[in-house]
Structure formats: C-alpha cells, structure tokens
C-alpha cells in the first residue's frame, strides 16, 4: 500500500476547510458582531445577541424546543422498546421482514410524510370526521401542539426503533434464562439484565430522535401552522425574513451547544462512541 | 392470546406508518379539492401535476442535482478513504474530527453556515451552491462507508498483487477495488438517498429561481393542501416500491446463484 500516499487526502481537506470549517467560523464571528458594515469595514465585537436570546420570550421558546423533543423522544422510546422486544421475539426470516416494513415508510420524501399528516389531521380530515361521529364537536387537531409533537414522533420513530433492535437482538438468550434459572424474577430480569444490556441502543436511539426534533422547523412550521415557533423557526425566521443574521448565528450557536451537551451526556452514559444501527439502508 | 396481542401490536404499529401514505395515495384519485368524502374516481390530479411546469422542473433539478452530488461524492470519497487510511501523521484526528462535522451538526445549522459562507465571498445562490452544499455533505457519509472496507484489508495486499506480477493498475482494478466496492456502492446509495430527501441545507443554500422536490412540496403545503402533491406523492412511493421489488428479486438471484 505504500504505492498510495496520504496527500491524495489532502484535496477533499481543503473543501471540508473552505466549506466546514470557514462557514462554522464564519457563523460563531457573526455572532459577536452588532449590525456589521462589511463595505464600509465598520464591525464592532458585542455579546448583545446572546444577551437579547436571555429575554424571557426566547428562553420560552427554547423551553419548548426542549420539551417537545423530549416528550417526542419519550413517546418514540415507550413505542419502540416494547416493540423491539416483541419484534426480536419472531423467528429470523418474519425479524427482517417486519424490519424493512418499518423503514419503507422512510424512503417516502419527509415532507411528503408531514403533508400526509397535515391532510389526516385537517378539519375534513379523516381524524375530524372521527371524531365528529363520536358525538364530539368540530375537533381540528392541525395547527396543535399535539400535531407537532405527533410529528416528530412519526418522523423520527425508526430511528429509534433500528438501533433499540440492533442491541436487543445482539443479547444471548442464554443470559436471560440464566437469570431466571438462578431466581431473578420476571421484573428483575428485564431491570438488571435486559436494560442495561440494551443500553447502547437506548442512549443511540434517543439522540437520534432527539437532535432532528430539537432543531427542526418544518415540523413546527407545517403541522403546526407557524403558530408554535420552536428554535428551529427562530434561525429561519432571523436568517430569512428579518434578516438579522448576527441574531440568527447566536442561536444557532446556543443549538450547537445544547446538541454537543447532549452528545457528551450520551458518551457519558454509554461510554463510547454512538452507535446508529447503521440500517437505515 | 398472546400472540393475538402480539400480532394487534404488529397491525396497530403498522397502520399508524402506513396510514397517512395510504390516505394520500387513496385521496390523489378523489375527484373533490377538499380531503371531505368520496367524491367520484378522477385522474385529473396526475394530469395537473404533469402540466405543471414548476413540478417538472423541480423534479429535473432535483436528479441533476443527485446525480453530480452522488458522482462526485463517491469519487472524491473514495479517493479520500485510502489517502486517511495511509495517513501516519497527526492530521488523522483532525482530520476525521472535521469530516464528522456534518453528520454531528443539525441541518439547519449546516443550512445556514453555508449560506452564510455563500452570500460573504458574494457567491450567487442557484444550482452551483446547492451541488457544492449537497457535495459536502454527503462525502463524510461516503468515507464513513469505504474507510472501515480499506482498514479490514490485508496488510500487504496491494504489494503481494504487484510481486506475483500484476502492473500497479491491474492490482488496483483487479485486487483492491473489489475487496472496496461493497463500501463505495453503499455509499453512493447513501448519498444519492440524503441527496434526493434533502430539503433543510438545499432551502437554504438555493436562493431564488432553483428548487428542487422538497422545497416545491414545502412551498405547496405550506399555502395548504392541494391534491397534486397526493398524486405527487403516489407516484414518488410507486416508484420506492419498484425500486424494493427490484432489489429483492435481484439479491434472491444473487442467492440462488451462490447456492
């Protein structure tokens, strides 16, 4: 192998400088800056920005970011968990079938999917009309919070599903009769053995729904009719309508921290790298 | 009775995937604006779509697109790949640190720090930006792909191929490249894949005049539901299960002609 030396890296090096790493610096210096004249080469260092996303409106809104990918992240893990176990429990050949059936759904367009849900969820739609013929009176559920957070949770789910699978069906059988065999009870079984040996998957699991659902804003924007502004729509919105970019890099620097705290939470728990499943295709 | 909760569990999971697709799909022929009651059998949604002209070239953009990011991509991966794999020096860290920056980072954040790069070095937005953006982030998950196939390599594979008299061209085609091409296949799938679903870094990165599926599908539902993006979507999930039919029959031959 000596034939090939390392400097046939050295070209995609310098594109991941130019467009990685000069655009994050970029972004992280706009946010210390307070309305820039780039012609006029007048730029003044400030932390007025971070200091402006303190105000109580935006700590709501980042509160609510959290709190949705949260609860989406808690609903996608008591679904898949469970399902996991029960999917590992079917014979080998049903195992994989039952898999692909769960990711099909992701090979459909993302926002085809939140469209999908925008029609079942519309005051015509399916759900309503339900409803309506269980006495209940006009329930529109788009434009909610639930439609957001079922969202998210409907997007989102196989990716916590496939690697909550990868580490169940990777624990020995023998190891849960030999609890049993030796007195643990059902319960204790799951709590000392199963739990934590699907930890890894758990913790994967999690940050995979978790990072996409913090920060998304088509979601927000979509099903829940721009009436529920999460981070996300906050960059969007700075960056796109308002234009104020040196707002916009702030919060987008206080997304990357809360995404790099939560990566190394998760390296915390499990004490390695992250492991995706790696079945997404 | 317990597998008849199982199986309940099975078909509940099940219909909340798959129904949202199916009710798209079954509304697409639904010959009524509103997503209200059956209204009569109608194709007329489909031939809408076919003469809408932003659609179609949505739809021609979002190929072009995928296919340069894909190309590109797997090339300048691949390349990549075997140069870090002979790395000795300190740049490895480094160097792979910067290549997880895109798979680490949310899409928005990608979205905007590009844009942000684009419109500073005064870059007009079009198709130029969204190929370069689409090319960045596809790459890691190339290399992500090929690197573990050229650390599982015999040492000294390459050379053992050039003593038993193999020209240094040869050894590369004939010796390295099979034992490499599960990686490289896998990831230009993967790329083509995140290129063709990417809505967040292209609506950032296109400026005005180009768009692509998902940021036409984006500015549709966004002014609410119209039926062309059911009969959109019909024809999108047609072609996904094909494409799975296709797939399964092939590596089924592939089996059989191993056994």
């Not at chain 1, 090939?4 to 994050?24: C, D, H, R, S, T």
């Not at chain 1, 009176?137 to 998210?152: E, H, K, N, P």
């Not at chain 1, 915390?268 to 295709?281: S, Y």
């Not at chain 2, 679903?197 to 599908?217: E, K, P, Q, Y």
């Amino acid at each position: 192998m000596k034939s090939f030396k390392e400097y046939i890296a050295y070209p995609y090096g310098l594109w991941m400088l130019i467009f990685i790493a000069v655009p994050l610096l970029v972004v992280i210096w706009f946010s210390f800056l307070s309305n820039p004249d780039f012609k006029a080469g007048i730029y003044t260092f400030t932390l007025e920005n971070y200091q402006q996303f303190m105000d109580p409106v935006y700590l709501e809104l980042l509160y609510r970011s959290f709190l949705y990918a949260v609860i989406a992240t808690l609903i996608c893990f008591l679904i898949a968990y469970p399902l996991g176990n029960l999917i590992v429990s079917l014979p080998g050949h049903r195992q994989n079938m039952m898999i692909v059936l769960m990711i099909i759904p992701m090979w459909v367009n993302f926002l085809l999917r939140t469209y999908a849900w925008m029609v079942l969820l519309s005051g015509s739609g399916l759900i309503s009309q339900f409803f309506r013929l269980l006495g209940f009176r006009d329930v529109s559920l788009l434009y909610t919070q639930s439609a957001v957070i079922l969202g998210m949770v409907y997007n989102f789910f196989p990716y916590m599903l496939l690697p909550i699978y990868t580490s169940l069906k990777k624990i020995d059988p023998d190891l849960l009769r030999a609890a049993t065999d030796l007195g643990a009870n059902h319960f204790q079984m799951f709590l000392k053995i199963k739990i934590p040996l699907s930890l890894p998957g758990i913790v994967s699991g999690c940050m995979m729904v978790f990072m996409p659902a913090v920060s998304t804003f088509v979601i927000s924007n979509l099903l829940g009719g721009g009436k529920y502004m999460l981070i996300g729509n906050l960059i969007e919105q700075q960056f796109l309508t308002l234009n104020n970019w040196n707002f916009g890099s702030a919060i987008s620097m206080v997304l990357m921290t809360i995404i790099f705290l939560v990566l190394g939470i998760a390296r915390l728990i499990t004490g390695k790298e992250l492991d995706t499943g790696g079945q997404l295709l | 009775m317990r597998k008849f909760f199982k199986n309940l569990a099975f078909g509940l999971i099940l219909l909340f995937l798959y129904a949202p697709i199916l009710v798209l799909i079954i509304y697409s022929f639904n010959d009524s604006k509103i997503m209200g009651p059956w209204a009569g059998f109608t194709l007329k949604w489909y031939v809408m779509l076919f003469q809408d002209r932003y659609i179609l070239q949505a739809l021609y953009y979002t190929l072009i697109i995928a296919v340069v990011a894909t190309t590109v991509s797997t090339l300048v991966g691949t390349v990549s790949a075997l140069g870090i794999y002979r790395m000795r020096s300190k740049l490895k860290r480094p160097y792979l640190l910067l290549n997880n920056i895109p798979v680490l980072v949310p899409d928005i954040v990608m979205g905007i720090t590009l844009m942000s790069l684009f419109i500073f070095i005064g870059m007009k937005m079009g198709l130029t930006t969204i190929i370069i953006a689409h090319i960045t982030f596809c790459i890691p998950y190339v290399i992500l792909a090929v690197l573990p196939r050229f650390n599982r390599l015999p040492e000294n594979i390459f050379e053992a191929a050039l003593d038993l008299g193999a020209t240094p061209r040869q050894a590369f085609w004939k010796v390295l490249f099979p034992e490499i091409l599960p990686g490289v296949t896998s990831g230009a799938l993967i790329a083509f894949t995140l290129s063709i679903d990417d809505f967040v870094i292209s609506f950032f990165t296109a400026g005005n005049g180009v768009s692509n599926l998902s940021i036409t599908i984006y500015s549709m539902a966004k002014a609410g539901i119209n039926p062309k993006i059911n009969a959109l979507s019909t024809i999108m999930f047609g072609c996904i299960m094909v494409l799975l039919v296709l797939i399964n029959i092939r590596s089924e031959k592939g089996i059989k002609n191993i056994q």
